[in-house]
């Protein structure tokens, strides 16, 4: 299993994101400012990783914090949190790792700072090996959904490189496939980061997955000619009423697939459903750095001076969305009733 992040004794180690595919390099941070960097740079990135690398940060601060009173660590605690939190507003999973973590401290208040620090690790951890638990169970039940033969489409990177291991939407597709699905992978490029191209057929082709990679404005004709059976994406974050934020094109995707009548299907943990905030138009999108459009491997590919817009996601309504597959189960509309009914489960262990 490719190891995206894990805590190590000399800190967080991650797998650098942003050298993929042509080399495999590792990054330790020491410091919480440093897992900072890594998420806002993208080393790291995908909702369920940068939840964890979150916590992980969060747990690195308090370990390394030098106070010598419960009031002195929870002053660097704090602002490690308020430091992580800045980084990415979209991926609910970073608020929700947050706010596991903050719990956490309260409830260890009473004890000594070593047995704080060391239960905050713990804590970490702990989400992490959830994770990887919660996304083998997805891919239990979503590969259920998959045909068995055929392309099928997904868009960005949704998978172990995304998570903590083995993934959402590319773990419903390494579970069809260990049914013995005969699946082929048409993995959009993902403009202008290239998370597909680089990430997902890197992944893919490391488990012996056919993969086809396309440009982004070929799916709708790929669509037409028969060649896409069914659409498996991850989000960032799923409101109330079940609509999805996830990399930008995903709307493009998800409307191509409703005209062609191919099922488009949704993979996330439970933890990114946002179910305080009641629509998509509430959820906020990023804008990043807009060298990302304008250039290509260092290279400038736009006039000097030209407008450009970055917005790193953009929001599939719920009306598109065939189902959403979760470690509690498949979601199918009405999701604000679906998706209630699912907060007071608890996870389940797979179809």
């Not at 960005?156 to 419903?172: I, K």
């Not at 790929?222 to 609509?243: L, S, T, W, Y």
């Not at 995903?250 to 993979?267: M, S």
Request: glycine share 10%; net charge neutral.
């Amino acid at each position: 299993m490719i190891q995206t992040l894990e805590w190590t004794d000399s800190g967080v180690r991650f797998i650098d994101q942003t050298k993929l595919p042509t080399e495999e390099t590792y990054v330790t941070c020491r410091t919480c400012e440093q897992v900072a960097d890594v998420i806002r740079n993208m080393v790291v990135r995908g909702a369920p990783a940068i939840g964890v690398a979150a916590a992980m940060g969060i747990a690195l601060g308090a370990k390394n914090a030098k106070g010598e009173t419960v009031g002195d660590l929870k002053r660097e605690f704090d602002r490690c949190c308020e430091l992580i939190g800045k980084t990415r507003p979209t991926a609910v999973n970073l608020f929700w790792a947050i706010r596991r973590m903050q719990d956490k401290f309260e409830s260890l208040r009473i004890r000594p700072l070593p047995q704080i620090k060391q239960a905050l690790i713990e804590e970490a951890q702990r989400m992490h090996a959830e994770d990887i638990a919660a996304n083998q169970a997805m891919g239990r039940f979503g590969a259920t959904l998959m045909p068995a033969s055929g392309g099928v489409l997904t868009h960005c990177n949704a998978g172990a490189l995304a998570t903590c291991g083995y993934g959402t939407a590319l773990g419903v597709i390494r579970a069809a496939v260990e049914q013995g699905k005969k699946i082929h992978v048409y993995a959009d490029e993902t403009r202008p980061f290239l998370q597909g191209s680089r990430l997902t057929a890197w992944e893919l082709m490391k488990d012996g997955i056919p993969t086809t990679v396309i440009s982004d404005n070929m799916a709708g004709a790929m669509m037409k000619q028969g060649k896409i059976g069914a659409v498996v994406v991850g989000a960032d974050r799923i409101a109330a009423n079940g609509d999805v934020a996830n990399k930008i094109g995903t709307y493009t995707v998800a409307v191509l697939a409703k005209e062609h009548k191919i099922p488009f299907y949704v993979a996330a943990p439970f933890s990114t459903i946002d179910l305080d905030t009641p629509d998509g138009s509430q959820i906020p999108i990023e804008q990043r750095n807009a060298k990302e459009v304008t250039h290509i491997a260092g290279k400038q590919m736009v006039p000097e001076g030209v407008q450009v817009e970055n917005p790193a996601f953009d929001v599939t309504p719920a009306q598109y969305v065939t189902a959403i597959i979760t470690e509690r189960g498949i979601a199918r509309a009405p999701y604000g009733e679906a998706l209630a009914k699912m907060a007071g489960q608890t996870a389940a262990v797979g179809g």
